[in-house]
């Protein structure tokens, strides 16, 4: 065989397996792009401006389950939060419902 007919099904070898992997993997590029978007909504969002779903970290409101240190954190798990609302809140001024600890002027079960 030739160098030039070598090196084109090589190429051709190459394109192939990068397009086998993109099919197989399609969310890869997706989850790349939802990160720091001003918006996003889903899972494991992080660095939004505004983010709705789980996991989701570092924004000035947050609603969903583990959310900690917001605000205003309603959901399973919220922690120091002004206003903790569900259940295991902890050390939240207005913390109610099941697991609350250290909650002043509520009566936690």
């Known amino acids: ?3 030039k007919h070598v090196c084109t099904i090589a190429a051709a070898l190459v394109l192939a397996l990068g397009a086998t992997s993109a099919v197989a993997n399609p969310q890869d590029s997706a989850k790349q792009t939802i990160k720091q978007d ?3 909504v889903g ?5 939004g401006a505004r983010t709705v779903g789980h996991a989701t970290r570092d924004v000035a409101v947050k ?5 900690k240190e917001a605000g205003v954190g309603i959901g ?4 120091k939060a002004g206003i903790a609302v569900g259940h295991g809140a902890k050390e ?3 913390a109610t419902k099941a697991g609350a ?3 002043f ?4 079960n």
Do not use: E, F, L, P
């Open 1 to 3: 065989m030739k160098r």
């Open 38 to 40: 001003a918006k996003t």
């Open 43 to 47: 899972h494991g969002v992080a660095d």
């Open 63 to 67: 609603i969903g389950h583990g959310a």
């Open 76 to 79: 399973h798990g919220a922690k």
């Open 92 to 94: 939240g001024w207005d």
């Open 101 to 103: 600890k250290k909650a």
């Open 105 to 108: 002027g509520k009566d936690g």
